[in-house]
T-cell receptor
Framework: AQSVTQLDSQVPVFEEAPVELRCNYS??????LFWYVQYPNQGLQLLLK??????LVESINGFEAEFNKSQTSFHLRKPSVHISDTAEYFC????????????FGKGTKLTVNP | NAGVTQTPKFRILKIGQSMTLQCTQD?????MYWYRQDPGMGLKLIYY?????ITDKGEVPNGYNVSRSTTEDFPLRLELAAPSQTSVYFC???WGSGRTDTQYFGPGTRLTVL
């Protein structure tokens, strides 16, 4: 079975500051890795994903995440955040070759203050 | 495309009542999922389907039932509502069949059982 640990439940930062949201996973088989974002009162949207190839993946709005197999981590980073990045962020894994079921972490609430 | 739609948006049930949460997708996706989201707990998979006529249990299936008679629809049934089923319910869909594509989420149904 797979599990995901998001180490911080809440992360407050000031606008234009850098941020890192941490995610570690546990699995005995190969996995795919995802970050989803949930804005208030909305469903989840895919931010970025790692399937294979380059271990550094990027989103269109400036976030990036690096897959580190030895540390079983997939931390999400952004060098300069905006007020509009305020949301809850979920790290998720799915087992390769499975039914693409996602196992989610508990989420990290990012609050960007002016 | 409307994407994934869910009805109703909100519902209050009394203990012991029954209801069906509706989910429809117009993207011709094979795989569909039901998750519940509780505060600070992330999302947990209730049931999923890899095609019409095929359903399987997720992590937290007790108290729920599903059916998948068409590609588009994946209703979730609560037979005897209990306070523990107070939650936000999300339906999601994806292509499946090994493509490991994005899961698209509906806007959610907020259910309260009193």
């Amino acid at each position: 079975a797979q599990s995901v640990t998001q180490l911080d439940s809440q992360v407050p930062v000031f606008e234009e500051a850098p941020v890192e949201l941490r995610c570690n996973y546990s699995s005995s088989v190969s996995v795919y890795l995802f970050w989803y974002v949930q804005y208030p009162n909305q469903g989840l949207q895919l931010l970025l994903k790692y399937l294979s190839g380059s271990t550094l993946v990027e989103s269109i709005n400036g976030f990036e995440a690096e897959f580190n197999k030895s540390q079983t981590s997939f931390h999400l980073r952004k060098p300069s955040v905006h007020i509009s990045d305020t949301a809850e962020y979920f790290c998720a894994v799915s087992r390769q070759g499975g039914s693409e079921k996602l196992v989610f972490g508990k989420g990290t609430k990012l609050t960007v203050n002016p | 495309n409307a994407g994934v739609t869910q009805t109703p948006k909100f519902r209050i049930l009394k203990i012991g009542q029954s209801m069906t949460l509706q989910c429809t997708q117009d993207m011709n996706h094979n795989y569909m999922y039901w998750y519940r989201q509780d505060p600070g707990m992330g999302l947990k998979l209730i049931y999923y389907s890899v095609g019409a006529g095929i359903t399987d249990k997720g992590e937290v299936p007790n108290g729920y039932n599903v059916s998948r008679s068409t590609t588009e629809d994946f209703p979730l049934r609560l037979e005897l509502a209990a306070p523990s089923q107070t939650s936000v319910y999300f339906c999601a869909s994806t292509w499946g069949s090994g493509r490991t594509d994005t899961q698209y989420f509906g806007p959610g149904t907020r259910l309260t059982v009193l």
